[in-house]
């Protein structure tokens, strides 16, 4: 079954990198997504790769997936104080609808 | 594109009540979510429309939710005889007919039960 797990809070300094990581268990997940949420929002996409992908970047955003290890992290670059969210690292087989989400990664840039 | 839009944002009601939450997709997207958050947790999937049609539904859909999308715009989800542990925010979202496109988001509906 579906199982994706990723630490609970990151914290940085403004203008460094943060790296959010997250591993999913099924290793048939065809796409693999990056969510923000803000306090009290819904959720925003930020990103996201298909498994026949190993990166993906766009702007500030870099996605890395490792399918041997099951592993997807999330890379932002110059971090800013606006990027203090809860990001979500999610999962969705081929060939079904849901999505399965992560606890999601508190993330709090300190200025 | 207005994005995808939930009426009401917050719902309060005594425990026992009927809630019905409303959720209006992104034109032209045929498939439709509702996913259930508690505090603390990621969203969980409770169905899937495409079209009018509901095509998929999850074990926490229990008998007293229903979710309808009679002419395959607009949907509603009814809880009947509210319990605590519905307490949560519920977001409805869409996608396109294209399956490889993801899922956009709404801002939710926050229900309270008192």
């Known amino acids: 079954g579906e199982d994706v797990e990723q630490s609970l809070f990151l914290s940085v300094r403004e203008g460094d990198s943060s790296v959010i990581n997250c591993t999913y268990t099924d290793s048939s997940s065809t796409y693999l997504y990056w969510y923000k949420q803000e306090p009290g929002a819904g959720l925003q996409l930020l990103t996201y790769?298909?498994?026949?992908?190993d990166m993906k970047q766009d702007q500030r955003l870099t996605v890395l997936l490792n399918k041997k290890d099951k592993h997807l992290s999330l890379r932002i670059a110059d971090t800013q104080t606006g990027d203090s969210a809860i990001y979500f690292c999610a999962e969705r087989l081929g060939g079904y609808q849901k999505v399965t989400f992560g606890t999601g990664t508190k993330l709090q840039v300190i200025p | 594109d207005t994005g995808v839009s939930q009426d009401p944002r917050h719902k309060i009601t005594k425990r026992g009540q009927n809630v019905t939450f409303r959720c209006d997709p992104i034109?032209?997207?045929?498939?439709l979510y509702w996913y259930r958050q508690t505090l603390g947790q990621g969203p969980e999937f409770l169905t899937y429309f495409q079209n009018e049609a509901q095509l998929e539904k999850s074990r926490l859909l229990s008998d007293r939710f229903s979710a309808e999308r009679p002419k395959g715009s607009f949907s509603t989800l009814e809880i009947q005889r509210t319990e605590q542990g519905d307490s949560a925010m519920y977001l409805c979202?869409?996608?396109?007919?294209?399956?490889?496109?993801?899922?956009?988001f709404g801002d939710g509906t926050r229900l309270s039960i008192l």
């Open positions: 979202a869409s996608s396109p007919p294209d399956n490889n496109q993801p899922q956009h």
């Open positions: 790769i298909f498994s026949n992908m």
């Open positions: 034109s032209e997207h045929n498939r």
